[in-house]
């Protein structure tokens, strides 16, 4: 069982903007600014694609942004596109666990 | 470009000892700021945060963990290494290598991630 709580899946159609929720608790991403976000295709390795809530890696597409409120972080991914279609997972640090990570979100491009 | 990479898929007897080594690409393991480790994945468990060193030997561990791990690195072969003692079905997973970022004491980045590799416990 994921310490953090995402939904198992979301779509949307290209060109359409989708977001994905993360829910932790003040434990995690209540607290801490240190949140991240992973993509990944089946059979391949997790990728960062957001880290410290809202940054992104060089060379990471500027349609995807993250953000906080409260317990719960947020990806949004604009203008949807076939590519985007994977699996995608949130983390962070934890002050009971050091770092946990969310159930992950299957993203489906209609 | 960084990589991170691992051997192949390993098979594990239950209460044995999983050993698996990570070899980067560059010198990049001897830079103080990263740390390099594990973590793991499962179908039913997800991801999960293994653990991590520094060259110069500093280390997080998840506390489930911690008992039945360690880790070490060397760095004249750039490479590291965990050790998973006692293994049981529920060891079972994909292992990823990675490295990470640190602000002081809190992971901050995990990037690039290892290939992965699939660990199978069964006698």
């Known amino acids: 069982q994921s310490a953090l709580t995402q939904p198992a899946y979301v779509s949307g159609s290209p060109g359409q903007s989708i977001t994905i929720s993360c829910s932790g608790t003040?434990?995690?991403?209540?607290?801490?600014?240190?949140v991240s976000w992973f993509q990944q295709y089946p059979g391949k390795a997790p990728k960062l694609i957001i880290y410290?809530?809202?940054n992104r890696p060089s060379g990471v597409s500027n349609r995807f942004s993250g953000s906080k409120s409260g317990n719960t972080a947020s990806l949004t991914v604009s203008g949807l596109q076939a590519e985007d279609e994977a699996d995608y997972f949130c983390?962070?640090?934890?002050?009971?666990?050091?770092?946990?990570f969310g159930s992950g979100t299957r993203v489906t491009v209609l | 470009q960084l990589l991170l990479q691992e051997p192949g898929p390993r098979l594990v007897k239950p209460s044995e000892t999983l050993s698996l080594t990570c070899t980067v690409s560059?010198?990049?393991?001897?830079?103080?700021?990263?740390?390099w480790g594990w973590i793991r994945q499962t179908p039913g468990k997800g991801l999960q945060f293994i653990a991590n060193?520094?060259?110069?030997?500093?280390?997080f561990h998840n506390p489930s963990l911690k008992s039945r791990v360690t880790i070490s690195v060397d760095t004249s072969k750039k490479q590291f290494s965990l050790s998973l003692t006692s293994v049981t079905a529920s060891d079972a997973a994909v292992y990823y290598c990675?490295?990470?970022?640190?602000?002081?004491?809190?992971?901050?980045?995990?990037?690039?991630w290892g290939q992965g590799i699939q660990v199978t416990v069964s006698s």
């Open positions: 990675a490295r990470f970022i640190m602000r002081s004491v809190v992971i901050s980045q995990i990037d690039p």
């Open positions: 560059d010198s990049s393991i001897i830079i103080s700021n990263y740390y």
């Open positions: 060193i520094q060259d110069g030997g500093s280390t």
């Open positions: 003040i434990s995690d991403i209540g607290y801490y600014n240190y």
């Open positions: 410290d809530v809202f």
């Open positions: 983390s962070s640090y934890s002050s009971r666990s050091l770092y946990v």
